[in-house]
């Protein structure tokens, strides 16, 4: 059984920059597209971009250009770089692991395509 632990996060100023990182633990997710989604307190959840278990990465429009996704299999970890962050980008992030191995999915975004969840980690950004 799975479990992803997240680090990273913390405070820190509009503009700045911030790496959070979810390592597997129990089962390697190598060959599974990882997720990364956001909520902010009252909101919805929110994709945030995710990264295909052939390396290819994904970004939501509102990150796009500002955050980066990799993955060090090798490791089992997977990063967010965040970078010209903004006091919207504030919220909960998590990781997650798509359901199904070595597939390439037409939509990333849907929360429910997901089966393992990391902790969740703060992020807060102050102007």
């Known amino acids: 059984q799975v479990q992803l632990v997240q680090s990273g996060g913390g405070l820190v100023q509009a503009g700045g920059s911030l790496r959070l990182s979810c390592t597997a633990s129990?089962?390697?997710?190598?060959?599974?597209?990882v997720g990364w989604f956001r909520q902010a307190p009252g909101r919805e959840r929110e994709f945030v971009g995710g990264?295909?278990?052939?390396?290819?990465?994904y970004y939501a429009e509102s990150v796009k250009g500002r955050f980066t996704i990799s993955r060090d299999n090798a490791q089992n970890t997977v990063f967010l770089q965040m970078n010209s962050l903004k006091p919207e980008d504030t919220s909960v992030y998590f990781c997650?692991?798509?359901?199904?191995?070595?597939?390439?999915?037409?939509?990333?975004?849907?929360?429910?395509?997901?089966?393992?969840w990391g902790q969740g980690t703060q992020v807060t950004v102050s102007s």
């Open positions: 997650a692991v798509f359901s199904k191995r070595f597939y390439s999915a037409s939509d990333y975004t849907r929360s429910s395509d997901y089966n393992y």
């Open positions: 990264i295909s278990w052939d390396a290819f990465a």
């Open positions: 129990g089962r390697t997710f190598s060959g599974y597209a």
